[in-house]
C-alpha cells in the first residue's frame, strides 16, 4: 500500500491547485485504507481501489471549495448590504485617544458596552467571567476614561485649571467667563 504514495500523490496533484492540497488529498486516501484495510484486495486491483478512493476524495474536496465559496460570496453580499459606519467616524478625536490609553481589556469592555450594546451580564457571557465582576471592572473602566477626558479637557483650557476635575475647571471657566 505505502508503495502507491508517489502514484497518488502525482495523480492528486494534477487535479488541485495547490501541491499542499494534493499531500491532504493523499493523507485522506490512506486514512480511508486504514480504516477499510480488510476489504483492499491484494495486488494491482488494490492499487486501483486506492485511486478510486482517491477520486472520491478529490471529489469531496472540490464540492466542499464550490460551497464554501458560495458561502464566501453570500457573507460577502450581506456585509455590503449592512452599512456599517465604523466606530471611529462616531466617535470625536478626545474620546479615541482616551480609549487608546486605556488597557485593552478596559477598552473591550466599554466598546461591548457603548458601540454593541451589550449588559453586564451579555458582556459576562461573551468573556467568560460573572456579571459582577463585569460590573465592577465596568465601572472601574469608566473612571479611568473619565480621569482621561477630565485630563485634556484640563490640558486644553491652560495651567490655571489642571490642579482641577474636569468639573471644577468647567465652572470655574464660566464663572470667569461671566465676570
Not at 459606519?85 to 488597557?103: F, K
Not at 478596559?106 to 461591548?112: G, Q, W
Request: hydrophobic letters at 40%.
Amino acid at each position: 500500500m505505502a508503495g502507491n504514495y508517489q502514484a497518488l500523490l502525482g495523480y492528486a496533484a494534477r487535479r488541485v491547485d495547490l501541491p499542499a492540497d494534493a499531500a491532504d488529498v493523499v493523507c485522506e486516501v490512506f486514512l480511508v485504507a486504514w480504516r477499510k484495510v480488510d476489504e483492499i484486495p491484494p495486488g494491482r486491483p488494490g492499487t486501483l481501489w486506492l485511486y478510486g478512493v482517491a477520486r472520491n476524495v478529490l471529489a469531496n474536496t472540490n464540492r466542499t471549495a464550490r460551497r464554501r465559496r458560495a458561502l464566501d460570496s453570500r457573507l460577502r453580499a450581506q456585509v455590503e448590504a449592512v452599512q456599517l459606519e465604523p466606530p471611529d467616524a462616531l466617535i470625536t478625536r478626545p474620546v479615541r485617544e482616551a480609549l487608546q490609553r486605556l488597557s485593552a481589556d478596559d477598552r473591550e469592555l466599554l466598546t461591548l458596552t457603548a458601540w454593541e450594546g451589550l449588559s453586564p451580564t451579555e458582556i459576562a457571557a461573551v468573556l467568560g467571567i460573572e456579571p459582577g465582576t463585569v460590573r465592577v471592572r465596568l465601572h472601574r473602566a469608566r473612571r479611568r476614561f473619565r480621569q482621561f477626558i477630565d485630563r485634556d479637557i484640563d490640558m486644553k483650557r491652560g495651567p490655571d485649571s489642571q490642579h482641577m476635575s474636569g468639573k471644577r475647571a468647567v465652572a470655574r471657566l464660566r464663572t470667569k467667563e461671566a465676570k
